[in-house]
């Protein structure tokens, strides 16, 4: 079993940035990518950032590509979203999601994702971009 909790999140300034960080307990090695999500209320949860645990390979929507980065640190079993030149468009809740399914998980990630191939969730963080 992997838990998943995710922090970071807060109410940010137009242009501002966060950290949201997503730490990993539990099975850790049974997983091979873990993503980043948000949902607003009444809208489709979005896949936004992608990265594998194997080679580090990583995707964007292009919603975010260029402002936000995904990273990880693999001694800590945490993964990580930089988000910057943040829009009130961004204001969400923020989950991350780990994959037990076998690499490549991450390819094409920020065009289409397959929702049943996300079977870990953490609790979500909220982002408030403050117009």
């Known amino acids: 079993q992997l838990q998943l909790v995710e922090s970071g999140g807060g109410l940010v300034p137009i242009g501002g940035s966060l950290r949201l960080s997503c730490a990993a307990s539990?099975?850790?090695?049974?997983?091979?990518?873990v993503a980043w999500f948000r949902q607003v209320p009444g809208k489709v949860r979005e896949g936004i950032s992608c990265?594998?645990?194997?080679?580090?390979?990583?995707d964007y929507a292009d919603s975010v590509k260029g402002r936000f980065t995904i990273s990880r640190d693999a001694a800590k079993n945490t993964v990580y979203l930089q988000m910057n030149s943040l829009k009130p468009e961004d204001t969400a809740v923020y989950y991350c999601?780990?994959?037990?399914?076998?690499?490549?998980?991450?390819?094409?990630?920020?065009?289409?994702?397959?929702?049943?191939?996300?079977?870990?969730w953490g609790q979500g963080t909220q982002v408030t971009v403050q117009g």
């Open positions: 999601a780990a994959s037990q399914r076998a690499p490549p998980v991450c390819q094409a990630f920020g065009t289409y994702y397959f929702p049943a191939d996300w079977g870990s």
């Open positions: 539990g099975s850790t090695s049974d997983y091979h990518a």
């Open positions: 990265i594998e645990t194997g080679d580090s390979s990583t």
